[in-house]
């Protein structure tokens, strides 16, 4: 937020309520201009708004409130093997530590000639040791799993793709499903053979005409692009 206009200002409150709730809680209060919110819960919603009081006490009208949550990726997983993608990884990007989320239902992860198994309850072993947000990997499951919810720092949206001639195993960094033709830029569009999902696949009949059963790219899932060259991109967000 902007600095107070007041030259007798002192403090700003922040206060935060579910969206779902009438009343506001006080958060803090502070005098700089911005406020981390290290309490929020993954999959909740929170409308925000701070005032301002000055060294006599008073406490001016609230601002209009900010709604805000913790950016997230959900995942259904079934049992058997997963076509998933990781937009958003810790720090700590292991594969004992992006996949404990699933706890011990995750048998084994493969990505694009990479593969870890978990032998043991957080512990893996294999030739896959890190997460890469910009890959898409099969997650095999021995059970079907209740909705599962996994933050951290989201890929880039200006990720440069670097695709390979063949078949690449990516993820996409988009915010929302989108057409095929939407996501990719028309002068890489015409390199990419055919997309396979889980379960779903494309192929490019002519320049910018896909047929089968998929039509658009989610975020969240990973897709194996098939490229007749090597091409460079970034995907349109």
């Not at 900010?66 to 259904?76: F, M, R």
């Amino acid at each position: 937020w902007s600095e107070s206009i007041d030259e007798d200002f002192n403090f700003f409150t922040v206060y935060r309520k579910l969206s779902s709730d009438n009343d506001y809680i006080l958060l803090q209060t502070t005098t700089e201009l911005a406020y981390v919110d290290n309490t929020a819960v993954l999959g909740e919603n929170y409308t925000y708004t701070i005032t301002a009081t000055d060294f006599n006490g008073n406490e001016g009208n609230s601002a209009d409130g900010l709604v805000g949550e913790i950016e997230h990726q959900a995942y259904d997983i079934s049992t058997g093997n997963n076509l998933i993608a990781f937009p958003y990884v810790e720090e700590d990007n292991s594969v004992s530590n992006v996949l404990s989320v699933f706890g011990e239902s995750a048998l084994g992860v493969i990505g694009e000639g990479v593969a870890a198994s978990q032998i043991s309850p957080g512990v893996w072993v294999g030739s896959l040791t890190l997460i890469d947000p910009t890959k898409g990997y099969w997650v095999k499951s021995d059970a079907d799993l209740p909705a599962s919810l996994i933050t951290g720092c989201r890929i880039s949206p200006d990720h440069v793709y670097e695709l390979h001639a063949d078949n690449n195993l990516i993820s996409v960094p988009l915010l929302e499903s989108t057409s095929i033709s939407d996501a990719i830029p028309e002068e890489a569009e015409v390199f990419i053979e055919s997309i396979i999902g889980s379960g779903v696949a494309a192929q490019q009949i002519s320049p910018g005409v896909w047929v089968g059963s998929l039509s658009e790219l989610e975020p969240g899932k990973g897709y194996w692009f098939r490229a007749t060259q090597a091409v460079s991109f970034q995907f349109n967000n």
